[in-house]
């Protein structure tokens, strides 16, 4: 499996709170994606990096930051975190946009109450 | 925007039958590519088609891309019981990020 890892695995927050979840690679690919994948909907693009300080929105940005300070981190920000936004978030790298492989990290599980 | 649809949402299969999930695309795509699954697992890299009319096989897995770049679909033969998970395709044009179809969830019973 590639180096890309996640953390938290696992979180359960309140609503209105704010959550940051870490995207971390030892790969050196350019491109970083975080995904949510719900139920029925399979995998959406939230926001997408394409270098340090790179960033472009996705299909469902709305409520989502993120940053890319380093190459190998890719931070998701919820500001302020709504019953909506329990999800299952997937981190991937690739070294194109969209020819090419994307690997994908094990994945958070976020549950906001 | 661009849309990718995915047949069927769900099947289920005795091992040893076939099984073939179809994707759609509403744009001509440049690529498409297919991941699997697991349950409780992360999202596999399968196989990337770029060329129009385009079939490529991994042992008991058959891939193609339409003629018009537009369509492509993923046929498994004699199913086992590891092939379990969900397949999506997902396609992109020129310019775009790649769009994900909602997956066919595939069960087989032994």
């Not at chain 1, 050196?28 to 719900?38: K, L, T």
């Not at chain 1, 919820?78 to 194109?96: G, H, R």
């Not at chain 2, 044009?93 to 969830?105: A, H, I, N, V």
Request: net charge positive; glycine share 8%.
């Amino acid at each position: 499996d590639a180096g890309i890892t996640q953390s938290p695995r696992h979180k359960v927050t309140e609503t209105g709170t704010p959550v940051t979840l870490r995207c971390h690679q030892t790969e050196n690919h350019r491109y970083m994606y975080w995904y949510r994948q719900d139920p029925g909907h399979g995998l959406r693009l939230i926001h997408y990096s394409y270098g340090v300080k790179d960033t472009d929105k996705g299909e469902v940005s709305d409520g989502y930051s993120v940053s890319r300070s380093k190459t190998e981190d890719f931070l998701l920000t919820l500001e302020s975190a709504t019953s909506s936004q329990t999800s299952v978030y997937f981190c991937a790298i690739s070294n194109w946009r969209a020819l090419g492989e994307q690997f994908f990290g094990p994945g958070t599980r976020l549950t906001v109450l | 925007g661009q849309q990718v649809m995915q047949i069927p949402q769900y099947q289920h299969v005795q091992e040893g039958e076939d099984f073939t999930t179809y994707c759609n695309s509403s744009t001509t795509l440049s690529n498409i590519q297919w991941y699997k699954q697991r349950p409780g697992g992360h999202p596999v890299f399968l196989i990337q088609l770029v060329k129009s009319g385009e079939v490529k096989k991994q042992k008991r897995l058959t891939f193609q891309f339409g003629e018009a770049k537009k369509n492509s679909s993923l046929h498994i033969t004699a199913t086992q019981t590891t092939d379990v998970g969900t397949y999506f395709c997902a396609g992109s044009t020129e310019y775009s990020t790649l769009t994900f179809g909602k997956g066919t969830m595939l069960l087989v019973s032994p």
